[in-house]
């Protein structure tokens, strides 16, 4: 069953967009349908059932989210317990999706090393951010066991020992720290044995004995006769290779997946929040385009390409299933005096006026067995162009500094560069001129400037004067 119609763009072939407020709006058809209650649900990623939900709205337009391919589907629910989509989603790749204005600061954090604070649950593998174990693998007493092997085990999947450590446990990687490469890579245990020991005939009753007195102290070993019997047998995963484990060999077990310790966290988001240094901070209270994008998947635990049998045949190889259960969105914080900032909210791209703005990702799963991973999270403020006037100034003769103040503000406050790609302010000058005028213009800076008048090379005061700095 899906909804009559599909959701489609104009023409049936690509998106509609336009830019509004420097912002790159998608638009598409509404779907004519007999059922109320259609909503047009969005995503971000190459496959619908891979990629990532942005959110559901009634109506167009959507803005867009950082830069890759959308994809929209029509959905309602004509009945409880029963949510039906249209049959094909429509997609549409954007690039450029903010129009270039003056780039006051961004940052790419996978690209930059994932250098800001990370909530116990989070960590970094291979490069992506990710969800961890809940368990605090710190309590685990000793991390690693180890084991000497009792007899050698020339093939098969059983290892004897004399003793084991009473903290190794099923699911623990096994390797083999004497003998190399005998014991395969991934190697778990499956099974363990512990075997009563014997110490020969017991004699007497199963009543209680009363020994007496212990008058003097052992002096020597005692001895309870022979042992029948090795003390434990380990199952491992795969079977010993080459010639085998040797008797004597030292057997290491170790927690195999450190970062799923104690079980993928569900159903809290937990927070990777960018370093200080990456904090964007204008100077001054701004109206500020800010955009930023990310990109989750949702990758089964333990998922591993070598220990699949039969790559060619898997359905789902880059378990694209296990998006469906995990989540992550963008926080901003905003600051109105660079330094006391306001509470956490979601991000949607938009203007948001003030002088600092701060950023966090939130990753979330509702499958302790589906771990959501971050790919992509980057970041970027952007400034409109500023113009300041300074009128009808009286300038002395030894010249007259001006420190820069934005239009109808009280307090001082620099640029953050030049028009274009100059790195300083651009200066204009008008006044009422007289025969040999001139003007110099020194100590420029984002911050201010001085400015001098002379007349045949001696200076001179001038009065309605009018100054124009322009920049960002």
């Given at each position: 069953?899906?909804?009559?119609?599909?959701?489609?763009?104009?023409?049936?072939?690509?998106?509609?967009?336009?830019?509004?407020?420097?912002?790159?709006?998608?638009?598409?058809?509404?779907?004519?349908?007999?059922?109320?209650?259609?909503?047009?649900?969005?995503?971000?990623?190459?496959?619908?059932?891979?990629?990532?939900?942005?959110?559901?709205?009634?109506?167009?337009?959507?803005?867009?989210?950082?830069?890759?391919?959308?994809?929209?589907?029509?959905?309602?629910?004509?009945?409880?317990?029963l949510i039906v989509y249209s049959e094909n989603a429509s997609a549409i790749e954007i690039s450029g999706n903010q129009l270039s204005?003056?780039?006051?600061?961004?940052?790419?954090?996978?690209?930059?090393?994932?250098?800001?604070?990370?909530?116990?649950?989070?960590?970094?593998?291979?490069?992506?951010?990710?969800?961890?174990g809940a368990g605090n693998i710190l309590g685990v007493n000793p991390l690693l066991q180890s084991a000497v092997t009792y007899a050698?085990?020339?093939?098969?999947?059983?290892?004897?020992?004399?003793?084991?450590?009473?903290?190794?446990?099923?699911?623990?990687?096994?390797?083999?720290?004497?003998?190399?490469?005998?014991?395969?890579?991934?190697?778990?245990?499956?099974?363990?044995?512990?075997?009563?020991?014997?110490?020969?005939?017991?004699?007497?009753?199963?009543?209680?004995?009363?020994?007496?007195?212990?008058?003097?102290?052992?002096?020597?070993?005692?001895?309870?006769?022979?042992?029948?019997?090795?003390?434990?047998?380990?199952?491992?995963?795969?079977?010993?290779?080459?010639?085998?484990?040797?008797s004597g060999d030292t057997i290491v077990f170790s927690i195999p997946d450190v970062l799923d310790f104690g079980g993928v966290i569900?159903?809290?988001?937990?927070?990777?929040?960018?370093?200080?240094?990456?904090?964007?901070?204008?100077?001054?209270?701004?109206?500020?385009?800010?955009?930023?994008?990310?990109?989750?998947?949702?990758?089964?635990?333990?998922?591993?390409?070598?220990?699949?049998?039969?790559?060619?045949?898997?359905?789902?190889?880059?378990?694209?299933?296990?998006?469906?259960?995990?989540?992550?969105?963008?926080?901003?914080?905003?600051?109105?005096?660079?330094?006391?900032?306001?509470?956490?909210?979601?991000?949607?791209?938009?203007?948001?006026?003030?002088?600092?703005?701060?950023?966090?990702?939130?990753?979330?799963?509702?499958?302790?067995?589906?771990?959501?991973?971050?790919?992509?999270?980057?970041?970027?403020?952007?400034?409109?162009?500023?113009?300041?006037?300074?009128?009808?100034?009286?300038?002395?003769?030894?010249?007259?500094?001006?420190?820069?103040?934005?239009?109808?503000?009280?307090?001082?406050?620099?640029?953050?560069?030049?028009?274009?790609?100059?790195?300083?302010?651009?200066?204009?000058?008008?006044?009422?001129?007289?025969?040999?005028?001139?003007?110099?213009?020194?100590?420029?800076?984002?911050?201010?400037?001085?400015?001098?008048?002379?007349?045949?090379?001696?200076?001179?005061?001038?009065?309605?004067?009018?100054?124009?700095?322009?920049?960002?």
């Amino acid at each position: 069953m899906s909804v009559t119609g599909k959701v489609k763009f104009f023409n049936d072939t690509k998106g509609y967009t336009n830019y509004e407020a420097g912002f790159q709006k998608i638009y598409w058809d509404e779907v004519a349908d007999f059922r109320n209650g259609i909503l047009y649900e969005i995503r971000q990623g190459d496959i619908w059932d891979a990629a990532q939900f942005i959110r559901s709205q009634a109506h167009p337009p959507f803005i867009a989210q950082g830069n890759g391919t959308f994809l929209i589907k029509a959905r309602c629910q004509p009945v409880a317990g029963l949510i039906v989509y249209s049959e094909n989603a429509s997609a549409i790749e954007i690039s450029g999706n903010q129009l270039s204005l003056n780039l006051l600061a961004g940052f790419d954090e996978k690209a930059t090393g994932w250098t800001g604070t990370f909530q116990n649950g989070i960590g970094i593998d291979a490069g992506n951010l990710r969800l961890g174990g809940a368990g605090n693998i710190l309590g685990v007493n000793p991390l690693l066991q180890s084991a000497v092997t009792y007899a050698a085990t020339t093939s098969g999947n059983v290892l004897s020992f004399g003793y084991l450590p009473p903290d190794v446990a099923l699911g623990m990687a096994v390797a083999d720290t004497t003998t190399a490469a005998v014991v395969p890579v991934l190697a778990t245990v499956t099974a363990i044995n512990i075997n009563a020991i014997d110490y020969g005939s017991v004699v007497g009753t199963a009543a209680d004995v009363d020994y007496g007195a212990v008058t003097t102290s052992a002096s020597t070993d005692m001895d309870y006769g022979p042992v029948t019997g090795v003390s434990a047998t380990v199952t491992i995963s795969a079977p010993v290779a080459g010639g085998g484990v040797l008797s004597g060999d030292t057997i290491v077990f170790s927690i195999p997946d450190v970062l799923d310790f104690g079980g993928v966290i569900t159903d809290t988001p937990v927070y990777y929040t960018i370093p200080p240094a990456h904090i964007v901070n204008a100077g001054s209270v701004v109206q500020a385009s800010v955009n930023a994008s990310t990109q989750i998947v949702g990758v089964p635990v333990g998922q591993n390409v070598l220990a699949d049998a039969d790559v060619l045949t898997d359905p789902d190889i880059l378990g694209s299933a296990s998006t469906q259960y995990v989540d992550g969105w963008i926080e901003i914080a905003l600051s109105q005096d660079g330094a006391t900032f306001g509470a956490w909210q979601k991000f949607v791209p938009g203007v948001f006026p003030a002088m600092a703005w701060n950023f966090r990702l939130a990753l979330q799963s509702s499958d302790a067995n589906s771990i959501a991973e971050a790919l992509a999270f980057s970041f970027a403020v952007q400034l409109p162009s500023r113009i300041d006037h300074y009128q009808n100034l009286s300038v002395g003769s030894a010249g007259t500094s001006i420190t820069f103040q934005r239009d109808r503000t009280a307090a001082p406050a620099a640029f953050n560069g030049g028009p274009g790609t100059a790195d300083l302010p651009y200066v204009s000058v008008s006044w009422p001129p007289q025969a040999g005028d001139s003007y110099v213009i020194s100590a420029l800076s984002l911050n201010s400037l001085t400015i001098q008048f002379a007349n045949g090379g001696v200076p001179v005061s001038r009065s309605n004067v009018n100054i124009t700095v322009e920049g960002y």
